[in-house]
């Protein structure tokens, strides 16, 4: 085994672990877009303004999330193609890539800069308990493959 092997298998699963996130990251928001968003009318990516600056808001945050679905799939390729492709810890990765989506937006875009709630003219915390301790159980699942595939890798 070459002096590289071993840092180009650290590579390896850390481009493994990046495509996940990515792709977490865009799932995570296209499903929060297309549930929440378009199909249940419950909120805008922006809320402090017009219905038209919400609809806009919406579709750069779609855009954003399909760039980073499509660069997690380009990441993917390029790892399937070089036999370099690490199943757990893209598994991984792309839980956490998930929670950590619905995390960052439960907490920061909902609560600390109130860009919008889950649903308005209810009472919100189910549902901000729900979609936080969602989050919360990805992330832990996700770094429990990321921590278990790092000791089968040693």
């Known amino acids: 085994m070459s002096v590289d092997a071993p840092r180009a298998r650290e590579a390896a699963?850390?481009?493994s672990v990046l495509s996940g996130?990515?792709?977490?990251?865009g799932v995570a928001a296209f499903v929060d877009e297309t549930v929440f968003h378009q199909l249940l009318h419950w909120h805008h990516f922006y809320d402090k303004s017009t219905p038209a600056a919400g609809l806009v808001s919406d579709g750069l945050f779609h855009a954003v999330s399909w760039f980073a679905t499509i660069a997690a799939l380009f990441l993917?390729?390029?790892l399937r193609r070089r036999a370099a492709f690490r199943a757990p810890l893209w598994w991984g990765g792309l839980l956490l890539g998930a929670?950590?989506?619905?995390?960052?937006?439960?907490?920061?875009q909902?609560?600390?800069l109130r860009l919008h709630q889950?649903?308005?003219?209810v009472a919100v915390a189910p549902y901000d308990w729900t979609w936080n301790i969602v989050a919360a159980v990805l992330i832990v699942a996700g770094a429990v493959l990321l921590v278990r595939a790092s000791r089968?890798?040693?």
């Not at 996130?21 to 990251?25: D, Q, Y």
């Not at 889950?118 to 003219?121: A, K, S």
């Open 76 to 78: 993917l390729a390029d």
């Open 21 to 25: 996130v990515l792709l977490g990251l």
């Open 152 to 154: 089968r890798d040693r």
């Open 118 to 121: 889950i649903r308005y003219h």
């Open 110 to 112: 909902h609560k600390l």
């Open 99 to 108: 929670g950590g989506f619905q995390l960052y937006d439960g907490t920061v």
């Open 13 to 15: 699963g850390g481009r």
